[in-house]
């Protein structure tokens, strides 16, 4: 399963979306992604109770911990790399939580426009 190159939205170096709790498609901080990661995992989020309760409503719920999968549960003010799709599904509902750019995977690009992820941006100077 070989990674996609780690390159962020503006072509530089991927950052660390975040640790604890550990996120990515391949569980190492990072919103790192390849062929087989269907859901694109690439967007990364800075969790809100808002959008926690937004996504449980669409079948999503990544607030329950499930300790057979070692995840204890997102909380408000985590970072996460959420699927490109859902994050679109949730802006276009007005639920959709800001995005760390320098952490956001570049093959979010193919399904997210840029314009749109800047407007929900955490860190543009």
């Known amino acids: 399963m070989e990674m996609d190159e780690s390159i962020n939205v503006f072509g ?19 919103c790192n992604t390849n062929k087989q990661d269907v859901g694109s995992h690439t967007v990364c989020i800075k969790v809100t109770q808002a959008f926690l309760e937004y996504s449980k409503s669409k079948g999503n719920d990544l607030s329950t911990p499930v300790p057979e999968y070692g995840f204890e549960g ?3 003010g985590h970072s996460w790399c959420l699927c490109a799709m859902r994050w679109l599904e949730a802006e276009q509902a007005n639920m959709a939580p800001r995005v760390h750019l320098k952490r956001t995977h ?3 690009l193919e399904i ?4 749109l992820l800047k407007h929900y941006a955490l860190d543009l100077n």
């Open 106 to 108: 570049i093959k979010a």
């Open 74 to 76: 997102l909380k408000e």
């Open 12 to 30: 530089e170096a991927l950052e660390m979306c975040c640790e604890d709790p550990v996120t990515g498609f391949y569980r190492d901080g990072k």
């Open 112 to 115: 997210v426009p840029i314009a």
